[in-house]
């Protein structure tokens, strides 16, 4: 199966730690963020992955080029950022023949089960899926409203006054219905421009894995401990490989 990985951000929350390593590269727990992907990826059988890169993209360049692990790993640049959604668009023909692929955001820690969300997915027979999780500050995230079904009845990102606490964890799994719903623009975001307009055609896999954003220098110390104390830690019961 193959899946993007959305890690050209500059971590400007992170400086001055990314002022010389890409977010993607920073440390936490003793290895580089990336790592933990690909640990994710081996145990659920994503092997084609495709990564985007702009700030200090020689050095994710030089790093996985040592560090595959046997991943089949396409890098591309932006000298100017295309946004989340500008991404996908532009690297369209990576997944144009796949029935389904996976949306990966690269700034969190997680260690969910993505079988069980390719599981949801395949039952409700929908074209979209987005992993969701339960959080404190419904205002600072992208927040869904779901009906008793598990779809998606609204997205807003950041809103001035949220709905619930239900947040877009930065994975979606998705079909290439995708495309019917890019802007004609080059440059635009999925939260903003896309996700909002899935209503009533995506659903909602609400996940208790563990699932981190690390966003800012709290936050890396959070995932420090938390690996520190095993509350965070690959779960070899999960389900395995996707089908």
Known sequence: MKAFLLAAGKGT?????????????????????????????????????????????????AYITENSRGLRIKLTFEETLLGSGGTIKKNWDFVRKEEAFFIFYADNLTNIDLGKMA?????????????????????????????????VVSFTEKPENPVSDTAFAGIMLSTGALADFFPERDIFDLGYDVLPRLAGRAAG???????????????????????KNNKFRIMMNWSGMIK
């Open 13 to 61: 929350r992170l400086q001055p730690l990314t002022l010389h390593t890409p977010k993607c590269l920073v440390p936490v727990g003793g290895r580089p963020l990336i790592e933990y992907w690909f640990d994710l990826f081996e145990f659920h059988g994503i092997d084609e992955i495709l990564i985007n890169t702009s700030h200090l993209a020689e050095k994710v360049r």
């Open 119 to 151: 599981g949801f997915h395949n039952e409700k027979k929908i074209d979209f899926t987005l992993a969701l999780f339960k959080v404190p500050n419904p205002g600072e995230c992208g927040i869904v409203e779901l009906d008793e079904d598990s779809m």
């Open 205 to 227: 896999y609400i996940t208790e894995d563990y699932l981190l954003d690390i966003g800012t220098r709290e936050k890396l110390y959070q995932a420090e401990e938390d690996i």
